[in-house]
C-alpha cells in the first residue's frame, strides 16, 4: 500500500482559473466579492484533467490513493477579500469532492480554506472546514501561515487569538492540517514554488519549535510539506538553537506533533532526509502533479516520482520504507481508516 498525502487539483479545466481572475479583477476595481456564479465543470472535463495526468502518474508509479487537495498556488488568499476567498474556496473544494467521487478508489480530500489578509480564521472559514468534513467525508485541511502573500503582516502561528480557535477546530475533528503557502506578491519571493514554499515550511517549523502551541494542545498534528524546507539539511542548527535557548529537544518539543512529506526532487535530499529525521515523522508524498513536471537529464526519470529515491535509499530498511509508504499516514491522518483501501491495512 502507497499512500501519497501531497496531491493538488492542479490541471482543472481553464474556465476555473479564468473565474478566479475575474473575481480578483472585480475586488481589485470595486472593492467587492464577484456576483457572478462559479462557471459549470462537467465530469468528462474532470476526467480529462485527471486521468491522463494525476491518475496515470499514480498508476506508472503504484501509488495506490492520494490525499487530494486544491491547486495550492491557487488558493490565492492574498488576492482578494474573505467574501470572494469563501465562494473561490467552496468552488475549489466541491471540484476536488467531484474528483473524489469519480475516483473513490484512488483520492480522499483534503480542503482549502477561504483564509484572507488581515482576517482572522472565524466563522468563515470553519463552516468551510465543517461543510467539507461532515459533508464531503474529508481528511484534512491546508492551512497558510501567510495569507498575506509574502508580506507575512499577520500574527504567527503562536498567536492564541488569531490561531487558536482554528486549532481547536482541528482537535475536535481529529484531523491534521498541512502548513502550505499559496502564491506571493513579493518579487524577492518569486517564484513562489521555489522560494514562498520553502520559507513558509521553514518559517512554520520553527513557530512551532520557539511556542507552546502543542503543550496547549497535545494532539494537534501538522505535516510540513516539501520535505520541511530547510529543515533537515539545518536539524543542527535548530538542535543547538532550542539547546541554547533552554528549550526541550526537538524530539520533545515537535517531533510528536509535526511530520515531513518527501517532496524532495533529488536521490541526495532524500537520502539526507531519512537518515535525519526519524522514521515516524516521516510521510510519502510526491505533489504531483506540482512545481516540477520534467525529467531529470541525469537519470531519465521524472524529478518529482519520489517513489523511486525512496526504494533506491540505503538510509532505511524496507519496514521503515514501509512506515513512509503508508503506515505513518494511517496515524497523522486518523480517517484514512474508514477508506476502503486502508480499512485492513497494518500501522
Known amino acids: ?29 470595486t472593492g467587492r466579492a464577484l456576483a457572478e456564479p462559479p462557471p459549470e ?87 468551510e472546514l465543517d461543510r467539507c468534513i461532515d459533508g464531503f467525508g474529508f481528511i484534512a485541511a491546508n492551512l497558510n501561515p501567510d495569507p498575506t502573500g509574502g508580506r507575512w503582516s499577520d500574527p504567527p502561528l503562536s498567536d492564541r487569538t488569531w490561531w487558536y480557535p482554528l486549532y481547536e477546530r482541528l482537535v475536535h475533528y481529529d484531523i491534521p492540517a498541512m502548513i502550505h503557502v499559496s502564491g506571493s506578491c513579493n518579487p524577492h519571493f518569486n517564484p513562489a514554488v521555489a522560494t514562498h514554499y520553502l520559507n513558509g515550511d521553514t518559517t512554520a517549523f520553527v513557530q512551532f519549535m520557539t511556542s507552546d502551541i502543542f503543550k496547549d494542545f497535545p494532539t494537534l498534528r501538522f505535516v510540513i510539506p516539501h520535505g520541511g524546507g530547510a529543515v533537515p539539511f539545518h ?11 533552554g528549550l526541550p529537544t526537538l524530539e520533545e518539543k515537535v517531533l510528536g506533533n509535526v511530520f515531513f512529506d518527501t517532496c524532495v526532487y533529488h536521490q541526495p535530499g532524500i537520502d539526507l532526509m531519512l537518515e535525519v529525521v526519524p522514521t515516524r515523522n516521516i510521510l510519502f508524498a510526491s505533489e504531483t502533479v506540482g512545481a516540477v513536471q520534467g525529467i531529470d537529464p541525469r537519470t531519465g526519470h521524472a524529478y518529482d516520482d519520489t517513489r523511486r529515491y525512496i526504494d533506491a535509499s540505503p538510509r532505511a530498511n524496507a519496514e521503515q520504507k514501509q512506515q513512509i509508504f503508508a503506515g505513518n499516514a494511517l496515524g497523522v491522518y486518523p480517517r484514512l481508516r474508514a477508506h476502503p483501501a486502508c480499512r485492513d491495512c497494518a500501522a
Request: net charge neutral; charged share 20%; glycine share 8%.
Open 1 to 29: 500500500m502507497i499512500i501519497d498525502c501531497h496531491g493538488h487539483f492542479t490541471t482543472t479545466p481553464p474556465q476555473v482559473a479564468a473565474f478566479r481572475s475575474r473575481q480578483v479583477a472585480e475586488f481589485l476595481k
Open 235 to 245: 536539524w543542527g542548527r535548530y538542535r543547538g538553537i532550542a539547546q541554547d535557548a
Open 41 to 127: 465543470v462537467s465530469d468528462a472535463e474532470i476526467r480529462a484533467g485527471i486521468e491522463p495526468n494525476q491518475l496515470k502518474k499514480m498508476n506508472d508509479r503504484g501509488v495506490d490513493l492520494t490525499i487530494f487537495s486544491p491547486k495550492a498556488l491557487g488558493m490565492d488568499h492574498h488576492n482578494a477579500d474573505e467574501a470572494s476567498n469563501v465562494a473561490w474556496a467552496r468552488y475549489s473544494n466541491d471540484l476536488v469532492h467531484r474528483v473524489c467521487q469519480l475516483y473513490p478508489d484512488r483520492f480522499i480530500g483534503a480542503c482549502q480554506l477561504p483564509q484572507a489578509p488581515g482576517v482572522p480564521p472565524g466563522k468563515a472559514v470553519f463552516d
